[in-house]
């Protein structure tokens, strides 16, 4: 099993940056990638971006390209989120995700972001 607890959120103006943080613990040498999702009110859950834990390739989408990074710091067994240029439509709770192949096995349990205008 692993455990996944995400950090960072809160609220924060149109144009601002957060950064997010989803510490893992337990059979973290499992982990094959690691990703975040986000889920506005109504919506589905949706990719935000994903990571592999060991080469570090990325992927994002199209609606964070440019602004959003991912990383992770494999000593510390942890994601990272860096959200830049913040929009109200970003308003969602964030899930950190993991798994042990091409699919996500292991969830946190999410942290609001919400962004005013």
């Known amino acids: 099993q692993v455990q996944l607890v995400e950090s960072g959120g809160g609220l924060v103006q149109a144009g601002g940056s957060l950064r997010l943080s989803c510490a893992a613990s337990?059979?973290?040498?499992?982990?094959?990638?690691m990703g975040w999702f986000r889920q506005a009110p109504g919506k589905e859950r949706e990719f935000v971006t994903s990571?592999?834990?060991?080469?570090?390739?990325?992927d994002y989408a199209d609606s964070v390209k440019g602004r959003f990074t991912i990383s992770r710091d494999n000593a510390k067994n942890t994601m990272y989120l860096q959200m830049n240029s913040l929009r109200p439509e970003d308003t969602a709770v964030y899930y950190c995700?993991?798994?042990?192949?091409?699919?996500?096995?292991?969830w946190g349990q999410g942290t609001q972001v919400t962004v005013s205008s």
């Open positions: 995700g993991a798994g042990r192949s091409y699919t996500y096995d292991y």
């Open positions: 337990g059979r973290t040498l499992s982990i094959f990638r």
């Open positions: 990571i592999t834990w060991s080469g570090g390739s990325t």
